[in-house]
């Protein structure tokens, strides 16, 4: 039987068409940015966000739960950045720029679009010490997912930590760890 991975689906299709189905809910936020009727706007936002959620998780029905998750999840995050921008213009905040709005979008995990509509300012103090750790924070978290795709690996190593320390106890030198 062969092993199962609870983030890589069965077929490497599904990964396409989740990614464009992703690259849509983009195009879409983008289109929805470009109506005039804040109604329409809001309305088509909306209907975004359930669109999306709803293909990706249909496309994903009888995939593995990690894949299922993150997919479900992406597309949720990229949707509703459309539902925050129309809610934004409401409250008075100007169209973000071609850039500014390529950022908050897709590079941006929060919701607030505010920083990207202020000017540029000099980088905040400790900025750098703070972008170093998230990205220590990152490889440790891919790590962690490495290692839970690659399960028996892990498994094999705890059993042979059990077997050693069960050996040591069982050689009454190192008691106090036992």
Known sequence: MAAVHGYIPADPLIILLAALILGGTVLGNLAIGCLRSRQAARIAAWALVIGAVVGVEELCVGQPPGFRMLAIIGVALWAMKAVVLVEARETGLKRLSWQRWCGFVSAWPGMQPKPFAAPSRAPLPGAGALM???????????????????????????????RVRRCRCEDRSHPPSC
């Open 132 to 162: 170093a750790l998230g990205l220590r924070r990152l490889c440790l978290g891919l790590a962690l997912v490495h290692c839970g795709v690659n399960r028996p690996v892990v498994c094999s190593v705890a059993r042979v930590a059990a």
